[in-house]
């Protein structure tokens, strides 16, 4: 069990970019695949987006084609870069660890390591 950590949380401007990094992916084992959960104020926890070893990715449907997750082998860290960000983005954002299962399910049992959350908050 590997407590992974995010960085780039901050307050934007609605309309405006974030970039978000999880460090010690490393730490993962070799075949896994890694997430991005948010938990929003008064809201259930959810996944936003993973990726698989294979390089898959997966979305869910309110930040697809806004948001895009991706590996950086060089620095180790699991990345969400969120553009056209708005207040519905407000939110604690998590970055995560998974093994075995559907991995494109989003089910946070399958997820074994987790950071401690970022806040991203999106103003008007």
């Known amino acids: 069990q590997v407590r992974l950590v995010e960085s780039g949380g901050g307050s934007v401007q609605s309309g405006g970019s974030l970039r978000l990094s999880c460090e010690g992916s490393?730490?993962?084992?070799?075949?896994?695949?890694m997430a991005w959960f948010r938990q929003a104020p008064g809201k259930e926890r959810e996944g936003v987006a993973a990726i698989h070893t294979t390089g898959d990715t997966t979305y869910v449907d309110s930040v697809r084609g806004r948001f895009t997750i991706s590996q950086d082998k060089v620095k180790n860290t699991l990345d969400l870069q969120m553009n056209n960000l708005t207040t519905e983005d407000t939110a604690v954002y998590y970055c995560?660890?998974?093994?075995?299962?559907?991995?494109?399910?989003?089910?946070?049992?399958?997820?074994?390591?987790w950071g401690q959350g970022t806040q991203v908050t999106v103003s008007s």
């Open positions: 490393a730490y993962s084992h070799s075949n896994n695949y």
């Open positions: 995560a660890a998974g093994y075995g299962g559907i991995w494109w399910s989003f089910r946070e049992s399958q997820f074994k390591s």
